[in-house]
């Protein structure tokens, strides 16, 4: 119970702060310190999800950070993603699934990092 309330505040809180989705921290956590398969921590962090980015989403839009149109389009289209990732997923071996998700992860980190390293820090004045 204790691992659970923890990965639900890390993720909570670095979707909020970060806008990089609970998924990011759900899944590995679910994994590994609760032990649950590849397929059911992405089950269960989609799930979780859910609330995270409704309040996440809200305060961003507090702030005038939320482009709507694009958020709409883009939430319809993953609904139609979310289900063949599922139906996927039930087929793909588990040990495919948590290599899938390390590499995705590690590419999206190189990314950032690239970028952040190009444009230089932007500090933004409120």
Known sequence: MIGSILIGLVGGVLAGLMGVGGGVVFVPGLAFFLGLSQVDAEGTSLVAIVPVALVGAWRQRGYGNVCGRDALL??????????????LADVVPDR??????????VFAAVQLLRRTLRQGAKVRVD
């Open 96 to 105: 495919a699934l948590r290599v899938g998700f390390a590499l995705l992860l």
């Open 74 to 87: 883009i939430g319809t289209l993953s609904v139609a993603g979310a289900a063949g990732g599922a139906s």
